[in-house]
Structures are given as structure tokens and as C-alpha cells.
């Protein structure tokens, strides 16, 4: 059925577009988007969609999510992912590899397609790794994985360590225009350390990981990408060091972007010192300082930082409820990330909605090449998101789609919630 959604305000960067108008979907497709469109023949019959005191974005597109299948179902599965996708307004997700087995075939690319389309209810893209098993030593069959369908190729949550091999990745993947997203980490400087090395680290008696270990990498692949001309996107940046070191080559013409993830722009390494040795602040890389989570607000003002990504990384509660050390890293994300968004950054006015916008959806569609995705002109694919910017909310991880529990947020309150969730013509969210 083809979809009239009216009096909505509409926000979409690319079309410079921001003010109410009407949405007419026909047959998967955005068919026109302004005002009288009750007289074009696409909308005769059409259901019709009173979106008063609503926003109408693009879907999302978060270039950074963990959804564990194959060989880790009980954390996640890609029914379960894409379910906290749709309720977040995620309409667009890039999986990572680090499954088990690791995507670093072609077979596996296939597999989790084959298993999005039978059971996903968003568009999943994997990416696949830059090494075979994930293990840095040896490349992964790259124009294999790409002509499979992989969007990327990262060997995400653990870094390509050795600088000859990121190279050759580069130069290979960077023949088909696709990316290689590093994991910024020097593991040799990171060792052991399970939170940001500081006065908080000490104080609970933690190792402490320095936030070189993140800008040393960073500054050695920046070099690679200059040399190479390919393409380089770097995931989850934390620190200040990082967002100056990628503002100063995207000035030299550097190809590189990157993204950071809400809880880097809203929780500090002393918020977790309040929280003492709550495991659902542990992440990688580790939560900031407050010049860190400032600076990186300033490079997502100022576009030096391309997408805002999740890295939706759920664990059961065996993986949390130990101690600080042994615990898992990683936190979920899917089903706060546009909340936080709105609340932490576009009510308080360091980011326009506009922009928001963009490093939400518009940018990570283009830093991947997903076509149709993340804008609403006439022909893109209607993926779209309704968004009540009023509405007020508690997190409540029991209440999530998505099999992990461990997000920081609980309990938080925010401003703005999705309402509605649209891929492809059809709505996916709320669930019947």
C-alpha cells in the first residue's frame, strides 16, 4: 500500500530541506515530497498518515553495530538486532565481522544477507575482515568479500597491528572504492588496562589505558591513507588527540572519516568514577575526560567527524555482572542513539537538527555507498523515521528489543522518541 504522511515537519539535509510539508511513498519509494499531493495519482488509495507535531527524517544509517550472528546467538541475533534497529529509528546498519566464525569469507557475507532478508527487518550490510580469521596476519580474500557484498572490511575489535599489511589492505580495497575501517588501538600501549588512564583510574585502584594508545594509531593509518589515496574510516574515536590529528589531514586532502558514538559525547571517565566499577561504563576504547567528550562535540559541530555510530555491542549478564576487570567491554546502543542525540546535543544547541541529521543518516550512507539511503528525495528508498521531539522517557533496558541489557543509560531521562519506522514502504516499528 502507498503511504501519505501529512503535516509533519520534514528534515533533510542533503535537499536542504527543514519545515512541514507531505511524504508520498509509492511502491517502496519516496514519490514526492511538499504540499497538494493529494491530487497525484500515486496517492489514490493511499494510507494516510496524520503526522501533526511530528518529525520526518531519513532513517538512520549506523555504520557500527555488533549483531553477533553467526556463532554468538544468545548475545544477539539479527532478528533481535534489527528489532532494536527499528524501534531506534535505525533503518540502515553495517554489521561488523566479528562473529564466530569471523566474516572472512565470502560464504559468511551470504550467509548473514541470506539471514537478514528471512528474518531482519532492516537493511543489514556486513562488512567483512581485513584479515583471515581476524587474526592480523594474513589478508582476507578482499575483492572475494566485496563481490559478495561486504560494505567495508575491518577487523573491528582488535586493530590491524602490523603497518605493511594495513597498507596493502588500503591499496587493495581502496581499488574498489570501499573502505577500511580501523579499530584504533595500539595494543602495545593499551595492554591490560580496562579504563582511561587518569586520576579516576587510580583512585579506584584500575589499569589505566592512555589515550595515545588510540591517537598513535590513528596518526599512523592517517599517514597510510595519505600515501595510499585510499580511503581509511576510523571507528569509535574517543579523545581529543584524535578528532585534531583527523581535522589536520582532512585539511591536506586526506581520504579518511570516522565516527564516535553517543556515550563518548555524554559520560566521562568520572562519571564511571561516581559509578564505581559498574561494568555498563566499560567499554573500548574507554570512556574520556571532559576535554575528550568537548572535543569531540567541537569535531561533530565543525564536520571533522563524519557519522555518529552505535557500536551496539550486547553481552549477556554473564559477560557484565563480574568484576570491573573481567568484564566484557561494550555497551548497547540502538535503541537510545537518536534520544541521546536530540537530548544531549540538538536541545542544548551544539548541533542544528540539520546536522544532527546528517552525521545520523546522510554521511554514513555516503561514507559506505549505500545508494537510497539517508536522504528523501524523489527515488530514494522511503526509509524514514517519525520522531515525537517532546515526548519524555526513562531507559529501560527490560523494555529493549535487543538481547543486551547493558547500556549505561539506565534509568536516564530524555526528551524526543521515535514513534514510528518506515524501510522500504512498509512500517516496522511499532511491531503488531
Not at 586532502?253 to 563518548?264: K, L, S
Not at 570491573?324 to 537530548?343: C, H, I, K, Q, Y
Amino acid at each position: 500500500m502507498n503511504t501519505l504522511i501529512k503535516n509533519a515537519r520534514v528534515v533533510d539535509p542533503a535537499r536542504n530541506l527543514d519545515g512541514q510539508a507531505d511524504v508520498l511513498v509509492a511502491e517502496g519509494k519516496v514519490a514526492a515530497v511538499g504540499s497538494g499531493l493529494l491530487g497525484r495519482p500515486e496517492a489514490r488509495g493511499a494510507e494516510t498518515v496524520d503526522a501533526a507535531g511530528l518529525w520526518l527524517l531519513p532513517g538512520l544509517v549506523d555504520a557500527h553495530v555488533h549483531l553477533r550472528e553467526p556463532g554468538n546467538e544468545g548475545k544477539e541475533t539479527i532478528a533481535s538486532g534489527t528489532r532494536a534497529a527499528a524501534a531506534g529509528g535505525v533503518t540502515s546498519l553495517v554489521a561488523m565481522p566479528n562473529t564466530n566464525p569471523p566474516i572472512d569469507n565470502q560464504a559468511l557475507v551470504e550467509l548473514v544477507k541470506a539471514k537478514a532478508r528471512l528474518e531482519g527487518v532492516v537493511n543489514v550490510f556486513p562488512a567483512g575482515c581485513i584479515t583471515k580469521g581476524r587474526l592480523g596476519e594474513e589478508m582476507a580474500e578482499i575483492g572475494e568479500l566485496i563481490a559478495a557484498g561486504a560494505v567495508a572490511l575491518t577487523d573491528d575489535g582488535s586493530p590491524v597491528m602490523n603497518a605493511e599489511l594495513m597498507r596493502r589492505a588500503l591499496e587493495y580495497a581502496g581499488m574498489f572504492g570501499v573502505p577500511c575501517v580501523q579499530h584504533c588501538e595500539d595494543l602495545n600501549l593499551s595492554s591490560e588496562g580496562v579504563m582511561n588512564e587518569g586520576f579516576t583510574a587510580t583512585r579506584l585502584g584500575l589499569r589505566g589505558v592512555p589515550k595515545a594508545a588510540e591517537s598513535v594509531m590513528v596518526a599512523r593509518d592517517l599517514i597510510l591513507a595519505e600515501a595510499t589515496g585510499a580511503p581509511l574510516h576510523l571507528a569509535h574515536l574517543s579523545s581529543a588527540r584524535s578528532v585534531e590529528l583527523v581535522r589536520q589531514a582532512k585539511r591536506r586532502g586526506v581520504r579518511v572519516t570516522c565516527e564516535t558514538a553517543p556515550h563518548y559525547f555524554t559520560l566521562t571517565d568520572e562519571w564511571l568514577g561516581l559509578r564505581a566499577y559498574d561494568t555498563r561504563g566499560k567499554m573500548n576504547p574507554p570512556l574520556g575526560g571532559e576535554q575528550d567528550r568537548l572535543a569531540l562535540i567541537e569535531g561533530l559541530h565543525d564536520g571533522t567527524i563524519d557519522c555518529i555510530a552505535t557500536d551496539h555491542a550486547p553481552h549477556s549478564g554473564l559477560d557484565k555482572n563480574v568484576e570491573f576487570n573481567l568484564a566484557a567491554f561494550g555497551v548497547v546502543g540502538l535503541e537510545t542513539s537518536l534520544s541521546l542525540t536530540l537530548d544531549r546535543l540538538v536541545r542544548p544547541g551544539y548541533l542544528t537538527l540539520g546536522q544532527a541529521v546528517e552525521r545520523l543518516s546522510g554521511s554514513p550512507a555516503r561514507v559506505f555507498g549505500l545508494k537510497g539511503k539517508g536522504g528523501l528525495k524523489e527515488g530514494d528508498d522511503a526509509d524514514l523515521v517519525l520522531v515525537d521531539p517532546e515526548e519524555e522517557w526513562s531507559v529501560d533496558p527490560e523494555r529493549f528489543e535487543s538481547k543486551g541489557r547493558n547500556t549505561p543509560f539506565a534509568g536516564m531521562k530524555l526528551k524526543g522518541r521515535v514513534k514510528r519506522t518506515m524501510v522500504g514502504g512498509r512500517w516496522v516499528f511499532p511491531f503488531v
